[in-house]
């Protein structure tokens, strides 16, 4: 992992090329989204990942020194960790949210009609595979091929995030206040989406029901999330030393998050802020919980120097 020295004109060179390349694409994905196809809408938000390893090329920064050598014996754990405690907490945050809301529950395929119309259920039932199933196979690609095929794209906003702009933070901040800036930054990164499409709340979630406070709230409760997750994202690329680990996280969580999405009711309005995807309050519990452990333990570390 690179020892970074803070500069400040790479710094800035990197949000504004970083921000602005990755606004211009939201702006568009918003427009296929909304006038035209929302697939290949899903396909232009895909390609925007690839963005903050482009800010930093922009920026002049090097890329060699973000630990590339995958080194997996000496990093089993922390691969473990990367691989499974998403499908985990995940499991875990959805399970509290079915707790409180029950009737969300719902094998129906309703998600799957939300999301890909009817003809896309019709055509699974065709071929006999039930819903339930269905959800199955999505649990079983989780936590096996799921997580290492997600990896490569996530990688281009590693590379960004955790290999260039949280190095830098922590030498300009200190740790702590660079773990919860570099979250804020990196969920800001996201507002267009949320604010034109319904990114991860509303309408591009399935929940055209809308939710109270939009978009704000929803810009700012996304802000809380990727403060948590880039906790955790961070604290792995410290402990491995390796761009690959946080990557694997981060294709972790995409590949667990919409599990939870597909056994619930889509239309669940203000509900969509608490879960059951974990970029909700209640289901989101388990991971900020766990970031909030290391936070902790950073000071505790910092206070005993």
Known sequence: MCNAEYNKIQVVKYLIWTFSL??????????????????????VVAAMMFIPVLGVLLSGARLKDMGWKPQIRKNIKTILIAWFAPIILTAIGAGLYFLIFPRHFDLSGDYIVTSGGAEALSQMQAQGISYPVYALI???????YAPLINMFVALGEEIGWRGFLYPQLKVRFGQK?????????????HWPL????????????????????FPVIGMLLFCVITVGWGILHDWLYE???????????????????????????????????LGPAPNGIIAGLPFLMFASVLLLHKEEEHHSE
């Open 138 to 144: 999505g649990v079983i690609s989780s936590i096996t």
């Open 239 to 273: 402990r491995s030393g390796n761009i690959w680990i946080p990557s694997l996280l981060h294709g972790a969580i995409n590949a667990a998050a919409t599990l939870p999405l597909s056994m619930c009711l889509t239309n669940t309005g203000s509900a969509r802020l």
């Open 194 to 213: 949320i604010w034109l499409i319904g990114y991860e709340y509303g309408a591009a979630a399935g929940n055209r029901a809308g939710y109270a406070g």
């Open 22 to 43: 990755a606004y211009i694409i939201q702006i568009g994905a918003a427009y296929f989204y909304n006038n035209t196809n929302r697939s290949i809408g899903q396909l």
């Open 177 to 189: 206040k660079g773990w919860l800036l570099g979250g804020i930054i990196w969920g800001a990164w």
